[in-house]
């Protein structure tokens, strides 16, 4: 089926009109007319080559909400019309400890990404939601609530899960301090959840137009990364961090922040390495570790997780044409929260 996307061409070249093909449904797949597609940093880091994989054209897009037009004969859990979502995933091995887990982002044969991943049916690689439609294996589509307003829950299929699964699986809840670094897509995401979880939530951010809106989405505390003196206040006193940043930045200053056995997370996947200094890991006893996006089960208890407590992004909905320029916007940190984009801008 000849679709509707927007791609860019090279590394250099902005996002533009373009035509993919989508495959017809198979047995158990679902066609989806995409409704909304959130506009995640990664999506940034793979148009730039950032991190020197990218296969072009690419077609990014892996926060995908809409609705069903199509299912294939042996398709159970959507039926045509049903409100539908896609993530970070597409497909998995399905057979490997990871995958029989229900942890398909951590397959050891590694996960068909939504987008750059090789694309099983049709050859070459698979290009994701700035696009009209998708063609999904249902076990890859989550089911969302109708409850929620469809474009704000849209960026819960990177950002959210992303946040919330490290969350769940370092156990934050009340008594804890937890901090969260970056208030972009994916840290007003850990704020909410965070919050929602009932940890003492310290925001750590470098912008400081941001500190009304930390606390109102949830934060307890607001302070200024750049601000040394407010920095050492927190010195070794807490029991979780998430670092959701997109750039380099300095990591020591936040592992120097944990208090014995506290873990620092990282979620933000900048460019370059980050150095580590090993008396900040040694003393007293921190771990430094990371988390990528979640599995499906785990996307589909968080989607749940938000439909009963109300929680969505903070989104400023955009039309793809002006996709080029949100991407200039963020990388000045100029989001509040999370661009969307309306597809229906792509159709007319
Ligand atoms: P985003 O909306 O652009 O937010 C990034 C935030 O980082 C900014 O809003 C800013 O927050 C802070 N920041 C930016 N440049 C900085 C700098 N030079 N120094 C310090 N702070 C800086 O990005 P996002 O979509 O949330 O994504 C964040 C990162 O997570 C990206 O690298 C993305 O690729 C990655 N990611 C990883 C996964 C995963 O599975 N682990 C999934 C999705 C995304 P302040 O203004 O508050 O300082
Ligand atoms: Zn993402
Ligand atoms: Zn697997």
């Known amino acids: 089926m000849s679709t509707k996307a927007y791609a860019a061409q090279s590394a250099t070249a902005e996002l533009a009109p373009f035509t993919i093909q989508r495959r017809e449904a198979g047995g158990h797949d679902v066609v989806i007319d995409i409704e909304y597609c959130g506009v995640c940093h990664s999506d940034l880091h793979q148009v730039r080559n950032e991190w020197q994989n990218t296969t072009y054209p690419c077609v990014p897009g892996h926060e ?14 959507f039926k045509v019309g ?31 990404f939504t987008y750059n991943g090789g694309d099983q049916h049709l050859g070459g690689v698979t290009y994701g939601g700035y696009s009209d439609s998708i063609t999904v294996d249902e076990k890859f ?4 609530s109708d409850k929620l307003n469809l474009a704000a829950v849209a960026p819960l299929l ?6 919330y699964s490290p969350l769940r699986h370092w156990k934050v809840g009340p008594g804890q301090k937890v901090g969260v670094v970056g208030l ?17 939530v310290v925001l750590f951010t470098t912008s400081p137009g941001k500190v009304k809106d930390g606390l109102r989405l949830g934060a307890d505390e607001v302070v200024i990364s750049k601000d040394a003196d407010a920095m050492k206040k927190h010195a070794s006193s807490f029991n979780f961090i ?26 933000g996947a900048p460019e370059k390495p980050l150095p580590v200094a090993a008396f900040n890991l040694l003393l007293p006893r921190r771990q430094f570790a990371g988390s990528a996006i979640g599995g499906i089960a785990e ?3 968080m989607l749940d997780f938000c439909a009963e407590h109300n929680i969505v ?11 080029n320029e949100a991407y200039e916007r963020l990388l000045r940190s100029d989001v509040k929260y999370r661009f969307v984009i309306d597809m229906a801008s792509l159709k007319n």
């Open 64 to 77: 995908i909400t809409g609705r069903v037009t199509e299912v294939g004969s042996a398709v159970t859990k």
């Open 158 to 163: 990177c950002a959210g899960i992303t946040t």
């Open 184 to 200: 972009g897509g994916l840290g007003h995401m850990a704020v909410k959840f965070a919050h929602a979880f009932r940890a003492h």
């Open 299 to 301: 996307t589909q208890e």
């Open 82 to 112: 049903d409100l539908a979502a896609v993530g970070c995933m597409v497909d998995s091995c399905r057979e490997c400890e990871s995958c029989k887990a229900g942890m398909e982002q951590y397959c050891t044969s590694f996960p068909v």
């Open 141 to 144: 589509t989550l089911k969302v």
């Open 242 to 267: 998430i670092d959701a940043v997109s750039a380099d930045h300095d990591i020591n200053a936040y592992l120097s922040l944990l208090k014995l056995d506290g873990t620092l997370t990282l979620v």
């Open 313 to 323: 992004s903070d989104i400023e909905m955009i039309n793809i044409q002006q996709v």
